[in-house]
């Protein structure tokens, strides 16, 4: 696996660097040889934060982290990648497909799928075009963390979130 370890507010020692290969190469029974990982480390006032992203064959692997330790985080990241691996292994890659960037051990192995996803309910509403900034206020008043919203400007189906800090984020459609 090659790693791609970068820092937001840290310099990334040897010490971390060594830490983070140590504690995400246990990931490389599942991964081939020239599978990326990339990992970025932050710090924000007590906040010490680890994102790890892997890219394999159109998904995303994907954990972030949060502790007062960054030993803690790297620690937490590779126990949540490792379990989202052995859950979501049959949904991630179709098994009439070829493997790509995964073992074919890990390929070849079976996990009991205790946490199946299943939709229990479903919504349906009508949608009226809205600003963003509207879309938030109306967010608020439901007291919900996301809304889906058609765009007043694009015309398109957006969604607005709450995030850390008070703030919002708007995912738009790539077309």
Same mark, same amino acid.
């Given at each position: 696996m090659?790693?791609?370890?970068s820092?937001?507010?840290?310099?990334?020692? *040897?010490?971390?660097?060594?830490?983070?290969?140590?504690?995400l190469? %246990?990931?490389?029974?599942?991964?081939?040889?020239?599978?990326?990982?990339?990992?970025?480390?932050?710090? =924000?006032?007590?906040? !010490?934060?680890? *994102? &790890?992203?892997?890219?394999?064959?159109?998904n995303?692997?994907?954990?972030?982290?949060?502790?007062?330790? @960054?030993?803690?985080?790297?620690?937490?990241?590779?126990?949540?990648? =490792?379990? !989202?691996?052995?859950?979501?292994? +049959?949904?991630?890659?179709?098994?009439? !497909?070829?493997g790509?960037?995964? !073992?074919?051990?890990?390929? =070849?192995?079976?996990?009991?799928?205790?946490d199946? &996803? +299943?939709?229990?309910r479903?919504?349906?509403?009508? @949608?009226?075009? @809205?600003?963003?900034?509207?879309?938030?206020?109306? @967010?608020?008043?439901?007291?919900?963390?996301?809304?889906?919203?058609?765009?007043?400007?694009?015309? *398109? &189906?957006? &969604?607005?979130? %709450?995030?850390?800090?008070n703030?919002?984020?708007?995912?738009?459609?790539?077309?």
């Amino acid at each position: 696996m090659r790693f791609i370890i970068s820092g937001k507010n840290i310099d990334v020692t *040897e010490g971390l660097r060594a830490a983070v290969e140590d504690k995400l190469g %246990k990931l490389e029974r599942y991964f081939t040889p020239d599978t990326e990982i990339i990992v970025t480390l932050s710090v =924000e006032k007590e906040r !010490q934060k680890i *994102e &790890v992203t892997i890219p394999v064959k159109g998904n995303i692997i994907r954990s972030e982290q949060v502790s007062n330790d @960054m030993y803690v985080s790297i620690d937490l990241v590779e126990e949540v990648i =490792e379990r !989202q691996l052995r859950k979501y292994k +049959n949904k991630i890659v179709d098994k009439k !497909q070829e493997g790509g960037n995964f !073992q074919q051990a890990f390929m =070849e192995k079976e996990f009991d799928e205790e946490d199946e &996803v +299943n939709i229990i309910r479903t919504k349906r509403f009508g @949608m009226k075009p @809205m600003y963003p900034e509207d879309a938030c206020v109306q @967010m608020e008043l439901l007291g919900h963390n996301f809304f889906v919203f058609r765009n007043a400007e694009t015309e *398109e &189906v957006n &969604v607005v979130y %709450k995030r850390k800090g008070n703030t919002y984020g708007l995912i738009e459609p790539e077309c």
